[in-house]
């Protein structure tokens, strides 16, 4: 998750572009999936790396949903 918040938090110049950008979304959305089927220790180490990086998902995957131009962008920053 580590890498995935870094692709979606970057605000400088070297920020990767609207579709690399809605890739780690769709990442993010498979990972938070309830119908995930995963073992315990996977579980555990999930919850904790999505919890650690929330603070700056959640306002990075809210910009990117409004300033998107395409739907399929915007339905997958919703489902992350």
């Not at 938090?9 to 990972?31: F, N």
């Not at 650690?52 to 399929?72: E, I, K, Y």
Request: hydrophobic letters at 45%.
């Amino acid at each position: 998750m580590d890498c995935i918040s870094d692709v979606l938090c970057t605000d400088d110049v070297t920020r990767p572009s609207e579709r690399v950008r809605s890739e780690a979304a769709g990442v993010v959305a498979q990972v938070t999936s309830p119908s995930l089927v995963i073992s315990p220790e996977v579980h555990e180490l999930r919850h904790t790396s999505l919890i650690s990086n929330m603070a700056d998902l959640v306002p990075a995957l809210t910009g990117m949903a409004c300033l998107c131009f395409l739907l399929t962008i915007f339905f997958l920053v919703a489902n992350s």
